[in-house]
């Protein structure tokens, strides 16, 4: 019995071929490359979950480690699937639910990524590798390589969160803020990889991040099973986690492992602020252009270009989805909203998608009936600049005044 069924790696543009013993970044024609999996072979195998396991790693099969030995794991996954009664009843949408990413190492989905992507490096020889993040990716890769033993050199903009700094720099890794946006973080680490032979982790520039986000939608159709959702919403940036959503519902559905008669729905989320695949969307188009002067209080979604916008635009298109910009106060209401009537603090971007939900359900898009499912894809404590409290001060023996 195989612990992983990985074939190979594919570009998704040219079709090139390489393997997944060798480290590879992009295929030689500029484009990402996806894993492959031998499918027809997994078929035959009696147990394609692990389900010992209560983990993302229960999908090991599914996965690119191919020696259990080199997987690197805090515990990332199976994180709740909560039904959000309350709003989705001010909504007008009976069967509202959050896949809350919070409850997850680091605080964030972006555990799942660094996970598999680390796992994988190990396994590859990496020593020591370079990113620019926007904070929650650089602070999940930074103690993931910590206990796997890679040293990381993480590039952040200098308004990325406080506290993803911190965990950075506690981790042991080098860390450099830049005065700008992630796109200048890039650049930064390209000359670091280009000088001084660091493996490159930028999102879509190794493909394994993919391989740990998809296991959000394995989940979700795990959790589903009986019923899956109508509609998933998605926060967009880079677009991985939709990318791999989307890879994750087409293996299930080849391997015979859902069973609804069309795949969700699924929509990228942005902010009025950073919207270029929205506009790509918008315009009919299979590609972005980069979005000037980006500006947005969820900070995790603030990518101006992403290297795999042709293939978020093709997991909307193929699944008759759509993409959504809201607004700066949306996000802000929605935050707090959610807080108040269902108990969660969650962070800006997943409070982009709620807003979101609300702007499709307003237009019909969203039915009333349909079952949907909001990602939250982090901790609003990782972000507590986002809200501002001004609660009265008394002092000692004082009392408290009528009104």
């Known amino acids: 019995m195989s612990f992983s069924y990985i074939s190979h790696l594919e570009c998704p543009k040219c079709a090139n071929i390489y393997a997944h013993h060798e480290l590879n970044q992009l295929c030689e024609c500029g484009s990402p490359l996806l894993v492959n999996y031998c499918l027809d072979e997994l078929k035959k195998d009696n147990e394609i979950i692990d389900k010992e396991r209560n983990d993302l790693w229960r999908y090991h099969k599914l996965l690119p480690v191919t020696d259990p030995d080199h997987v690197v794991t805090l515990g990332e996954g199976m994180t709740p699937l909560l039904p959000m009664p309350v709003l989705g009843k001010k909504l007008g949408i009976a069967n509202l639910f959050m896949k809350d990413e919070g409850m997850i190492p680091t605080g964030s989905f972006k555990a799942r990524g660094s996970a598999v992507g680390v796992s994988k490096a190990k396994e590859l020889g990496v020593t020591q590798l370079a990113m620019p993040t926007n904070g929650n990716a650089g602070a999940a890769w930074s103690l993931y390589s910590a206990r796997a033993g890679i040293k990381p050199f993480i590039v952040m903009p200098l ?52 391989e740990g986000k998809k296991t959000m ?38 391997l015979g492992l859902f069973k609804g008669a069309q795949l969700p729905r699924l ?26 002067n980006s500006k947005t209080a969820a900070f995790g979604i603030n990518v101006p270009k992403a290297i795999g916008d042709f293939l978020v635009l093709e997991a909307i298109y193929e699944t008759e989805g759509c993409a959504v910009a809201v607004s700066e106060e949306e996000i802000s209401q929605a935050q707090r909203q959610i807080a108040e009537l269902e108990g969660s603090f969650i962070c800006p971007e997943g409070a982009a998608v ?21 990602l939250n894809t982090g901790q609003g404590i990782k972000y507590p600049d986002s809200v501002t409290v001004q609660p009265p001060v008394l002092q000692p023996g004082e009392v408290m005044p009528k009104e």
């Open 159 to 210: 308004d990325a969160p406080a506290i993803t700094r911190k965990e950075v720099a506690i981790s042991g890794a080098e860390l450099i803020l830049v005065d700008g946006l992630i796109s200048d973080a890039g650049k930064i680490v390209a000359s670091l990889v280009k000088e001084e032979d660091y493996y490159d982790a930028s999102t879509l520039k190794e493909p394994y991040r993919v």
């Open 217 to 254: 939608g394995y989940e979700i159709l795990e959790q589903t099973e009986s019923h899956p959702p109508d509609v998933i919403l998605y926060p967009t940036g880079g677009g991985v986690g939709l990318i791999g959503i989307y890879k994750a519902l087409k293996e299930f559905r080849e």
């Open 267 to 292: 929509v990228a989320v942005q902010a009025e602020g950073c919207a270029p695949i929205v506009k790509a969307w918008e315009e009919n188009k299979n590609e972005s252009e980069f979005w000037e």
């Open 354 to 374: 709620f807003a979101a939900a609300k702007t499709l359900r307003e237009k019909g898009w969203i039915k009333a009936d349909e079952k949907v499912i909001c």
